[in-house]
């Protein structure tokens, strides 16, 4: 049952680490023969033919020609960190999560990613970036898979593959569609607006950090921490970079692309390497558990919306550094498999339908592309809490289980009882009794108050930038008709940004559609920051 790597999730600061299948003097077949000659296959005479008895070029060419696996359907591209997280203990009151508890160091493994590019694709585009974490905790492994921008384009899951197909390649040319032709994306945003939320960010300064190491972080959803005496709150979480958060401008972004595809990738190795550790604060947001799930007249469990800062403080737990490059980025980056289900007692999920979704999605899509149902015995994934599980047989198993038939109870095997006292507990929280509908609630309605809150929130070069994404994204549509739904969000957003983007489309700017209500900015939107002049 011994992993595969002697170090397998790797020691912090890049000890060497040894595979197994690296030992030894002398270089072999996989089953140990000594080799003499790895340059030349078994042929009848030294002009052929090749002879189909040389085990030893079939095992070498397939291997090899099963070496790929299939890339992430979203998130393709990514880069992974090792690190340490270490709690302050200001969480204690809120949630039994021992991780959090103050001075506790727990490794950690960190994937940060784009979402829409394939593997090979280039790191400074504009787009969302993922921000995955495993917490390898005493009390069982906890993901906490986020991304850089704190809403997200659908508010069901059942909306996902839309929007990712409208996203990615076009089916015919394999152009991806959000960075040439834009049609499908802008048609799809502009159809279902409560992506305009989403799109804006992307369309901000947001889009296209400066590093990994300048990004904040969200985990979007709500969540609910339960404490030792079984009280519960709500609580969204942020990583809060020790750098700030600055991004790249819009031709910086081109020329570093173009010179460096992995420019992104390489400055998180290279400050690694140079012990310029990249550092992140976790804070929490908490909200009271009332039986609406709202704070402040916010929908907590609609995924496209946030709790401006102002409100709700954000308010540290803990420190994260990343200290480790992986020895092995197949090994590590891309058969890292994060799941939103990996929580230790303290922290359980809400009823937001976008995350209860994922709930299903991240397992089910990891089976097809790890190969099968034991690739959380790759070391990468392999808990560093004792495992004793009732998981048996399958492809791929590696452990060699003893004893007999498991299940629970059962008087043959000797023992191993459940732990009633500090295992995980769902929270027994109240499940409305209702009607089986396809519906959102009412309150999933709003789709533009807080785009404009956004907007506001943003100094003149932030909507400078903006202005210019959006005129510059659009004009690659090839229907008018798009643009022109689209320029009718804007509208719907703000008359100033309306006003600019159609200009600079050549159409006309409309009225907006729907009831426009003032709203208040929120500083700790804006990257920049503190006072700005008016407009
Ligand atoms: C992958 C974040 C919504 C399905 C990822 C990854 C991140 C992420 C960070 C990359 C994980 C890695 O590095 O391996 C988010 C966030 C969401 C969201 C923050 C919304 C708040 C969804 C939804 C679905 C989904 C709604 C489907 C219903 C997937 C799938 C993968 C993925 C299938 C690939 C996982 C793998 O191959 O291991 N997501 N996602 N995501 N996400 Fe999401």
Redesign the pocket.
């Known amino acids: 049952d011994a992993p595969e790597t002697v170090t397998p999730t790797g020691a912090p600061t890049g000890a060497p680490k040894v595979s197994k299948s690296q030992q030894g003097e002398f270089l072999t077949t996989s089953q140990g023969a000594r080799l003499r000659d790895t340059d030349h296959s078994l042929k009848a005479g030294p002009r052929g033919p090749v002879l189909l008895q040389d085990h030893h070029f079939r095992e070498k060419i397939t291997h090899f020609d099963h070496e790929r696996i299939p890339e992430?359907?979203?998130?393709a591209r990514?880069a992974?960190a090792h690190g340490t997280f270490t709690g302050y203990g200001t969480a204690s009151e809120l949630t039994k999560a021992g991780f959090l508890a103050k001075g506790k160091e727990t490794q950690v493994f960190v994937?940060?990613?784009t979402?829409l590019g394939s593997r090979g694709s280039a790191d400074t585009v504009r787009d969302t970036r993922?921000?995955?974490t495993k917490f390898y905790t005493d009390e069982g492994t906890f993901d906490l898979?986020?991304?850089n921008i704190p809403v997200?384009f659908?508010q069901d899951?059942i909306k996902?593959?839309d929007i990712v197909h409208a996203a990615k390649w076009h089916p015919d040319r394999e152009i991806p569609q959000a960075q040439s032709a834009h049609d499908t994306f802008w048609d799809f945003v502009s159809l279902h607006t409560e992506a305009q939320h989403h799109t804006m960010w992307n369309m901000s300064d947001r889009g296209i950090p400066r590093s990994y190491r300048h990004m904040e972080g969200?985990?979007?959803?709500t969540f609910r921490l339960v404490n030792e005496a079984g009280e519960t709150v709500l609580a969204k979480f942020h990583w809060k970079p020790k750098l700030g958060v600055h991004s790249l401008d819009w031709e910086e972004a081109q020329i570093a692309g173009g010179v460096d595809p992995d420019f992104h990738r390489r400055d998180l190795y290279d400050s690694i390497e140079a012990g310029a550790f990249p550092e992140w604060e976790l804070g929490l947001q908490v909200f009271p558990d009332t039986e609406e799930e709202t704070f402040a007249g916010i929908d907590l469990l609609d995924?496209t919306k946030i709790v401006p800062e102002e409100l709700a403080p954000v308010q540290p737990v803990g420190k994260l550094v990343l200290t480790g490059v992986p020895t092995n980025f197949h090994a590590e980056v891309e058969q890292?498999?994060?799941h939103l289900g990996h929580l230790p007692p303290g922290i359980d999920v809400t009823n937001d339908p976008?995350?209860q979704?994922?709930l299903?999605?991240?397992v089910?899509?990891?089976l097809s592309?790890l190969g099968g149902p034991n690739f959380m015995q790759i070391p990468i994934n392999r808990p560093h809490a004792p495992v004793n599980d009732m998981l048996r047989d399958g492809l791929h198993q590696h452990a060699v289980h003893g004893g007999v038939a498991p299940y629970r109870p059962n008087s043959l095997d000797g023992g191993n009882p459940f732990t009633t006292d500090t295992g995980f507990l769902d929270v027994p929280v109240r499940v409305a009794e209702s009607t089986k509908v396809r519906a959102n609630p009412v309150s999933f309605d709003d789709h533009y108050t807080q785009v404009r809150q956004f907007w506001q929130s943003m100094t003149p070069v932030e909507k400078e930038h903006i202005v210019r994404a959006y005129t510059f994204e659009l004009a690659k549509c090839y229907e008018q008709a798009i643009k022109e739904r689209q320029v009718q969000c804007l509208a719907n957003i703000d008359p100033v940004l309306c006003e600019q983007v159609a200009t600079g489309l050549g159409l006309p700017a409309p009225e907006p559609t729907v009831p426009f209500e003032t709203v208040e900015p929120s500083p700790a939107l804006s990257q920049i920051g503190g006072e700005w002049p008016a407009d």
Request: glycine content about 16%.
């Open positions: 992430r359907v979203v998130h990514g992974g994937r940060f990613s979402v993922g921000f995955a898979v986020g991304n997200f659908i899951a996902f593959p969200f985990g979007v959803h995924a890292v498999a994060f976008l995350l979704g994922r299903f999605s991240y089910d899509t990891q592309r």
